[in-house]
């Protein structure tokens, strides 16, 4: 493990049209000492050699080619070989600015923490949305679970997603504990939450939340398929395992806990059918009263009632054009 250095795992997977952009994003960091680890996981297009035009380029770069085992099996080899005393990830058909590492290595340092998060730039198309914490933040694990009960809407996608972290090695030997924490090779969708949920439980020091968003999470490039959309039922298995990691670090709310993951599973379900609206794809079924009428009931968001309810009475594309008019008047304000 090198002092300082952060190692950069970049998954490479049929992105020919976006890497280089991706990679000459990281080169330009502000924060210099990085090795980036180019993962060409089987890819059919020119992909490999495009990595390996780009590692001639530029030191830091190393490319590994292995026969096509998805993106789990990727984000493991490039563990495998990193060489960092930090970790992070960059799906290869996206972006970061400049300080995006800078930033989260000197709070990580200055806290002495374990993992930094930071939000995320949602890029659709034809339009941009940022999903951030509201604050900047230090918690432990159990305060951390503790506000994800509180308010879920906030802190699920910006949790799951292994994307906007740094790492600092040590929580993926769980402290010298256990087995290394991996992404789970045998999970079809999701496997970052499973990895971060493993992370938070593995922590003894703190975690910090950043409220910048220096990660551009593109949604254009690699359209959501329908596979994904039908597979909504996978992130409810997902919640389960959040669930269980939940009861460990709080045990005395176990009830509270059962009852925010029940509501967020009919919360998972309005958004499979909004994701597969938003990206034009013919929703995998007609939202039911009974999940519409739990929203309106339990939620304190005013966007997600209106979006349910709006979901179910109006076709997908009169839909897909109030959403849009939203996203772009609450980027003006």
């Not at 049209?17 to 990281?26: D, G, H, M, R, Y």
């Not at 058909?93 to 800078?102: N, S, Y």
């Not at 970052?192 to 493993?198: E, H, K, N, P």
């Not at 176990?254 to 509501?263: C, G, L, N, T, Y």
Request: charged share 25%.
């Amino acid at each position: 493990m090198i002092k300082g250095l952060i190692s950069v795992i970049v998954p490479v997977y049929k992105t020919e049209a976006f890497l280089t952009k991706c990679v000459e994003s990281i080169r330009a960091q502000t924060y210099e000492n990085l090795e980036m680890i180019l993962v060409d996981d089987g890819s059919p297009d020119n992909s490999g050699n495009l990595c390996d035009r780009l590692a001639k380029e530029d030191e830091r770069i190393s490319v590994i080619h292995k026969p096509n085992g998805g993106l789990a099996s990727a984000r493991n080899t490039g563990l495998d070989a990193a060489k960092g005393e930090y970790v992070a990830f960059v799906d290869s058909d996206d972006t970061i600015d400049a300080d995006m590492f800078g930033r989260m290595q000197k709070q990580l340092e200055e806290e002495n923490a374990d993992i930094c998060m930071c939000g995320l730039n949602m890029i659709y198309d034809g339009y941009e949305r940022v999903v951030s914490f509201p604050n900047e933040w230090t918690l432990s694990p159990a305060e951390l679970w503790d506000s994800y009960i509180s308010d879920f809407r906030t802190y699920h996608m910006l949790i799951a997603c292994s994307c906007n972290k740094l790492l600092r090695r040590g929580v993926l030997h769980r402290n010298n504990a256990g087995p290394e924490i991996r992404f789970p090779e045998d999970v079809r969708m999701a496997e970052d939450g499973y990895f971060v949920a493993d992370c938070i439980e593995a922590t003894q020091q703190s975690i910090i939340f950043m409220d910048f968003a220096p990660y551009n999470y593109s949604q254009i490039n690699n359209p959501v398929s329908i596979t994904k959309v039908e597979s909504y039922k996978l992130v409810d298995d997902l919640l389960d395992y959040m669930k269980e990691a939940m009861h460990r670090a709080l045990p005395q709310r176990i009830a509270e806990i059962e009852k925010v993951i029940s509501f967020q599973k009919h919360v998972n379900t309005v958004i499979a059918v909004h994701i597969a609206v938003t990206n034009r794809i013919k929703p995998p079924f007609r939202l039911r009263w009974p999940t519409v009428a739990t929203v309106l009931r339990g939620s304190t968001s005013r966007e997600e009632r209106f979006s349910a309810l709006i979901m179910y009475f109006l076709p997908p594309p009169l839909y897909r054009a109030a959403f849009m008019l939203y996203c772009r008047l609450s980027k003006s304000q």
